[in-house]
């Protein structure tokens, strides 16, 4: 395995210097020649191995399990790195934790996989096990959430959603909102059920939204604790809320998940939520069950978050098989949706 990786990175390097050593006749010839080495090697290791095309061998930290989005992130993973599209996939659910995660990386590094793709549950804390993965020559992708490392050439990129534009929006959404239905001058009592802290969806989502409750001076956050992302934290979350609050306009829920636990919150308490309701309920994620949600009169809305990221990392990795450079950063289009829409025909086509 680890043969096939330094001639990948020989031929990146190979190609690296012919762009370097600037444009001439020769250079696509050469890039054949080192691409076509490189796959002999392959094969010829792939022969003694199990006489059939090798597969590339995946190693997914993933979180948890902890919400429908996540179930939708697992599910594209799983049928996208199949043995019919050419990969062994190393599934392994961390539980939210981060020395499950820890030590399912140091396992895919004993096993040595061909590359690493984490979901990093929490966004500091990795040098040392990027560093063990770099010294066993093992590439690292990081998919839907960030890592803060000092040395960025730890992991070759990230692919996820853009979570402060994700709270901006949320923001901005709910701004237009309260003006029209003419409460944009009243004070406005906000909770929030935030996701599970140092997060990259939780940091994203609180900043953003931060970014315009500061632009709204009538804008009270009376709030914040942490629902990690689950229904029922969300709901033990709310429930003390409540409790504590007798005058809560807007509750954001940093998922979907969260918001149905503070749903069923909200509803125990002899409360109303939705557009006819006394609180403002928005979610984040946009999975199928919010869409359920907004149609029964529950939620307001939901910011969608794609967990769709089989494909894209599967593209990732082609792109380094064949020794291309890959963006660094790549954020995925996303979008929102409310009640003003016509949400049962989009779920009639909603992909998770
Ligand atoms: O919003 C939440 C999940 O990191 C974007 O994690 C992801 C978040 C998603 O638990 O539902």
């Avoid at 981060?98 to 966004?123: C, G, H, T, W």
């Avoid at 199928?288 to 949600?293: D, G, L, R, T, V």
């Amino acid at each position: 395995m680890k043969k096939r990786f330094v001639s990948i990175a020989l031929m990146m390097a190979m190609s690296a210097s012919m762009i370097a050593c600037s444009s001439n006749a020769d250079a696509p010839a050469d890039t054949t020649a080192a691409g076509t080495e490189a796959a002999a090697d392959t094969e010829g290791e792939a022969g003694e191995e199990t006489g059939e095309k090798e597969l590339i061998t995946v190693g997914y930290a993933q979180v948890g399990a902890e919400s429908d989005w996540r179930t939708a992130n697992t599910e594209s993973f799983k049928s996208t790195f199949t043995e019919e599209n050419g990969y062994k996939l190393i599934f392994d659910d961390a539980q939210q934790k981060q020395e499950n995660q820890i030590k399912a990386i140091r396992s895919f590094i004993q096993q040595d996989v061909d590359y690493i793709v984490v979901a990093p549950v929490v966004e500091t804390g990795w040098e040392t096990v990027l560093e063990e993965a770099k010294e066993a020559g093992i590439p690292v992708i990081l998919s839907d959430r960030q890592m803060q490392v000092s040395d960025d050439s730890l992991y070759e990129c990230w692919v996820g959603g853009n979570f402060i534009k994700e709270g901006e929006t949320c923001g901005n959404w709910l701004a237009d909102y309260l003006e029209a239905q003419g409460r944009g001058e009243e004070d406005i009592n906000i909770v929030t059920i935030q996701g599970t802290i140092g997060a990259s969806a939780q940091i994203g989502r609180t900043e953003g939204f931060g970014n315009i409750l500061e632009q709204h001076s009538n804008w009270h956050m009376l709030d914040m604790q942490s629902g990690d992302f689950t229904q029922a934290k969300g709901q033990e979350v709310m429930e003390s809320f409540l409790k504590s609050y007798d005058d809560i306009d807007v509750v954001v829920c940093e998922n979907d998940n969260s918001a149905f636990g503070a749903i069923d919150a909200i509803k125990a308490a002899g409360k109303t939520c939705g557009p006819d309701g006394d609180i403002i309920v928005v979610g984040f994620d946009s999975v199928k069950a919010a869409f359920e949600s907004m149609i029964a009169g529950d939620m307001n809305a939901t910011f969608e978050c794609n967990p769709l990221h089989g494909p894209r990392v599967a593209e990732i990795i082609q792109k380094l098989e064949a020794g291309e450079e890959v963006e660094k950063i790549q954020y995925v289009d996303e979008s929102y949706f409310d009640t003003s829409m016509d949400l049962e025909t989009i779920l009639e086509t909603r992909a998770y």
